[in-house]
């Protein structure tokens, strides 16, 4: 890749992460409500998002040589954690942390 071609590549790449950050408050101004589907969308999907990023997760360990049982040790804290905290970094660091930990350690 050529130089030019590099920064070509660099601000075709900074353009389409600004447009998609500013073009909703472009389309949809403070004080303008949304249309319905939008509302909707911006209510239903992050947990959507989270629930397939959980399935994600979880695909593979079931069939492997411990089948899923780090995965489910460490979904419990997770889970637990965010009930008592609310506080998704928190639940998701202390998750990554314990399965790591057992992974590397006791499921070797």
Sequence with gaps: MTQTQMILTVLAVALGTLLTRFLPFLIFPEGKTPP?????LGNV???AVIGLLVVYCLKDGFFGI??????LI???PVILLHKW????LLSIAAGTV???FLVQHIFV
């Design 36 to 40: 319905a589907l939008i509302t909707r």
């Design 45 to 47: 999907l992050p947990g």
């Design 66 to 71: 411990y089948h899923g049982i780090p995965e």
């Design 74 to 76: 460490s979904l419990v």
């Design 85 to 88: 905290r609310r506080n998704t």
């Design 98 to 100: 314990l399965y790591m």
